[in-house]
């Protein structure tokens, strides 16, 4: 049997970007990494870290692309490098939440969160993208402008651009 894990990834850049993944809970967090650089044409080189976040997104614990050094020793409070954490070892409810940190120096991030887990059979299918709507951040213009989409408030506002007003009538009337 494999653990199957659905998440649903948002941004707080881009109200129109949502992206459903399936993947095998033995899977390490940097093959997570790798799998959603891979699907937003992301330079899977640069620096990137995950935090385990609490039901407000808060951080909690790190685990980090390059493996710091801390060793098996090290306070349990460290980073902890991905490729050696398996996505069971930190996903155990569906309550659990991911954010992942894509742009350190800016502190750009995606939320992830945990919506459903399931057993099955062997499944050669993950992971997989199961939804994508809307375009990713660009991974190195921190000024964009969120994807360039507007939002769906400003898509229906359009319609009404042509009542801006005119001066030429009289209020009173």
């Not at 649903?8 to 959603?36: G, K, P, Q, S, W």
């Not at 790190?62 to 490729?83: I, S």
Request: proline share 3%; net charge negative.
């Amino acid at each position: 049997m494999d653990l199957i894990i659905k998440f649903r990834m948002v941004c707080d850049e881009n109200e129109n970007f949502v992206r459903d993944y399936e993947v095998n809970a033995a899977m390490t967090l940097l093959e997570l990494n790798d799998f959603i650089c891979a699907d937003l044409g992301y330079d899977p080189e640069e620096m990137t870290t995950f935090f385990l976040a609490d039901n407000r997104w808060r951080k909690l614990k790190e685990y980090t692309a390059v493996d710091m050094g801390y060793g098996d020793e090290a306070d349990e409070n460290a980073p902890q490098p991905m490729e050696k954490t398996h996505l069971w070892q930190v996903i155990h409810t569906t309550d659990d939440r991911l954010i992942w940190v894509f742009d350190m120096l800016a502190d750009r991030a995606y939320f992830i969160e945990v919506v459903d887990a399931e057993d099955v059979e062997k499944d050669d299918r993950c992971p997989l993208v199961r939804f994508s709507h809307g375009k990713p951040l660009d991974q190195y213009d921190a000024d964009g402008d969120g994807g360039g989409e507007k939002s769906i408030f400003e898509e229906m506002m359009d319609d009404f651009s042509d009542f801006g007003g005119d001066d030429s009538y009289d209020d009173e009337y």
